[in-house]
C-alpha cells in the first residue's frame, strides 16, 4: 500500500512543477544595517556591501520595468527562516548559510503580497455617519412635538356668520393634439405620422479581456507572474423607430363658474358649447367635462373677533343655518379643525 501511494506521489504540490515552467524574478531587498536599497532577493544572500545577512521581511516586488530574471532557476521551495540569526535559507538546505543553525522546526519566511494597482478609497468616505446624524434625530424629534402642540385642539364657541358655495364645470374641446411616441406604441387613431430613427436603449457586447500581470512572491527570493483577465464589454446603441403624430383628444378649455350665497340654490352653470366643424362632432366640437362644486360657510368666535372659513360638504352646508351656535375646535396655530363641524350636532 505503502509503495503505491509513493508512485502516485500525492506529495509532491503542483505548485512546483508550474512554478518552474514560467521564468522567475529576482525580489528586492533593503538592507537594514547599511542602508543599501534595491538588494537581489536570491542573488544576494548577503549584503554586497556590509555583508549583513538577508532580512526576509525586508523583501519587495521591483518597480516596474526594472525586474531581473532569474535565468535557469530551478525553485525547491519557500526558504525556511533561521531561528537564531532569522536570515532566509532554501528549503534544500539543512543547516543555516549564516550561522549554520539546523532546519529542524524552521518556519517558513512570509510571503509579500502584490498589491492591486487601482488605489483604494479613503476611508474617510465611509464614515460620514457621526453627529451629522444625531442632529438629524433632535431636530426631527423636536418637529414631532412641536407639530404636536401646533395640532392640539380646543373648543371654541362660534356662530356661523356666512354660507356661499361654488360650482364649476369645465368645458372640453376636440383638439388636434402633436404626440411623439415609439412606433410600436402608436395610437390607433393617429394621423399625420413622420418616422426618425432614434437610439432608444444600449446593450453591452462582450469586447474582448482587459489583462494584467500578478506578481506572486515564489519565497525563495524569487517572484513569478501570472496572468489575471476579466472580461470587457462595449456599450452598443439600439436604435428604433419614433414617431410624430396627431391625435384627435379631448383637452379641457376653460371652465364656468356660479357662485351663490345663503339663501340661493345650487346651481350647475350652463355654458354654450361649440358645435364644432363640418355639423358636429368633428374638431372644434365642445362637451361638458368635469364638475367641482364647494361649499363653505364662515365662522365667527363668539367671545371675541376671530373668524375662520371652513368647506363642509353639501349635507352638512344645507344643514347648517346662519346665526346658528356651534362648538369648533381650534388648533394651537389658530386654524380651525374643520371636520369638528361634521361631529357638530346636527
Ligand atoms: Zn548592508
Ligand atoms: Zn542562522
Excluded at 363653505?296 to 346662519?322: D, E, G, H, M, Y
Amino acid at each position: 500500500m505503502a509503495g503505491m501511494n509513493a508512485q502516485q506521489s500525492p506529495s509532491i504540490p503542483p505548485l512546483s512543477s508550474a512554478a518552474s515552467s514560467s521564468p522567475h524574478y529576482q525580489m528586492w531587498w533593503d538592507c537594514g544595517a547599511c542602508g543599501a536599497t534595491g538588494l537581489l532577493g536570491h542573488a544576494h544572500r548577503h549584503c554586497p556591501q556590509c555583508g549583513a545577512a538577508q532580512d526576509p521581511q525586508q523583501r519587495y516586488f521591483p518597480p516596474a520595468g526594472a525586474e531581473v530574471e532569474v535565468k535557469a532557476h530551478r525553485y525547491v521551495g519557500v526558504d525556511w527562516r533561521c531561528r537564531f540569526c532569522e536570515s532566509p535559507n532554501a528549503a534544500s538546505a539543512d543547516f543555516c548559510g549564516n550561522c549554520g543553525g539546523p532546519k529542524e522546526d524552521a518556519t517558513q519566511v512570509p510571503l509579500v503580497e502584490d498589491k492591486p494597482a487601482t488605489p483604494t478609497t479613503p476611508p474617510q468616505a465611509a464614515r460620514r455617519t457621526g453627529w451629522g446624524t444625531y442632529a438629524l434625530v433632535v431636530v426631527a424629534l423636536l418637529g414631532l412635538v412641536m407639530a404636536y402642540f401646533a395640532m392640539r385642539t380646543h373648543p371654541e364657541q362660534a356662530v356661523i356668520a356666512d354660507k356661499n358655495w361654488t360650482r364649476e364645470v369645465e368645458i372640453e374641446r376636440l383638439t388636434a393634439v402633436s404626440q411623439t411616441r415609439w412606433c410600436d406604441a402608436l395610437p390607433a387613431d393617429a394621423y399625420q405620422i413622420s418616422r426618425v430613427r432614434v437610439q432608444r436603449s444600449t446593450r453591452s457586447t462582450p469586447d474582448g479581456q482587459e489583462c494584467h500581470d500578478v506578481r506572486v512572491d515564489a519565497g525563495d527570493g524569487t517572484f513569478t507572474k501570472r496572468k489575471e483577465c476579466t472580461p470587457r464589454y462595449r456599450e452598443e446603441p439600439i436604435y428604433d423607430d419614433q414617431c410624430r403624430y396627431r391625435v384627435n383628444r379631448w383637452q379641457v378649455q376653460r371652465s364656468d363658474q356660479l357662485q351663490g350665497l345663503t339663501h340661493q340654490p345650487p346651481a350647475w352653470p350652463q355654458p354654450s358649447l361649440a358645435p364644432g366643424l363640418m355639423g358636429g362632432g368633428g374638431l372644434g366640437a365642445e362637451r361638458l367635462g368635469q364638475r367641482h362644486e364647494t361649499y363653505r360657510v364662515v365662522l365667527k368666535a363668539t367671545q371675541t373677533n376671530k373668524t375662520w372659513t371652513c368647506q363642509v360638504s353639501p349635507r352638512v352646508w344645507s344643514q347648517l343655518r346662519l346665526e346658528q351656535r356651534v362648538a369648533l375646535q381650534v388648533r394651537g396655530t389658530g386654524g380651525a379643525d374643520c371636520t369638528s363641524l361634521l361631529a357638530a350636532d346636527l
